[in-house]
T-cell receptor, first 115, second 109 residues
């Protein structure tokens, strides 16, 4: 149990376009989901926390207008990278917290390349 | 938030136990210790977590000192597939998992 599906696994987009990444909890309800970014040879950096039905909270230094997060249901959160630039190229990973206990399950990540 | 300190890297022999230390001297009484690992270009994989008592599951054992200022993750019989970056994380009171640099574990045949 506790599977998180993240899609797409890889995406290449042109500068100035937007990209949407989906994160789904397949067999549990996730009241809270988290979005991370990871640059090569670095650790995961928490970008934002999304709670179902409310606005996401962003970590310091993360532009909320650039990284739009929507958590419309207990099983789906999306991250949209708007007006992408090459410096946004990174590995984006979501995580879902299971309701009622402290289990956190991670998606397999999305490799974004902006050209 | 309680910080953790881990060795940057360690090697271990295939088939032997791997003991991964972690210091978390500023941990609060109700904060859990979590261990995850990340194999290259994949999402982190949950290993184990604990509060005070030692824990064991099919993947590993977690030994937490009585004062809770440090812990050790034990992989009982390391295999080549255990090569990964291992993260020791103290879960903050706002339920956020913040990753440090972790320990790069290389299992050698």
């Amino acid at each position: 149990g506790a599977v998180v599906s993240q899609h797409p696994s890889r995406v290449i987009c042109k500068s100035g376009t937007s990209v949407k990444i989906e994160c789904r909890s397949l067999d549990f309800q996730a009241t809270t989901m988290f979005w991370y970014r990871q640059f090569p040879k670095q650790s995961l950096m928490l970008m934002a926390t999304s709670n179902e039905g409310s606005k996401a909270t962003y970590e310091q230094g993360v532009e909320k207008d650039k990284f739009l997060i929507n958590h419309a249901s207990l099983t789906l959160s999306t991250l949209t990278v708007t007006s992408a630039h090459p410096e946004d190229s990174s590995f984006y990973i979501c995580s879902a917290r299971r309701t009622g206990n402290y289990g956190y399950t991670f998606g397999s990540g999305t490799r974004l390349t902006v050209v | 938030d309680a910080k953790t300190t881990q060795p940057t890297s360690m090697d271990c022999a295939e088939g032997r136990a791997a003991n991964l230390p972690c210091n978390h001297s500023t941990i609060s009484g109700n904060e859990y210790v979590y261990w995850y690992r990340q194999i290259h270009s994949q999402g982190p994989q949950y290993i184990i977590h604990g509060l005070k008592n030692n824990e064991t599951n099919e993947m590993a054992s977690l030994i937490i000192t009585e004062d809770r200022k440090s812990s050790t993750l034990i992989l009982p019989h390391a295999t080549l597939r255990d090569t990964a970056v291992y993260y020791c994380i103290v879960l903050s009171n706002d339920y956020k998992l913040s990753f440090g640099a972790g320990t790069t574990v290389t299992v050698r045949a």
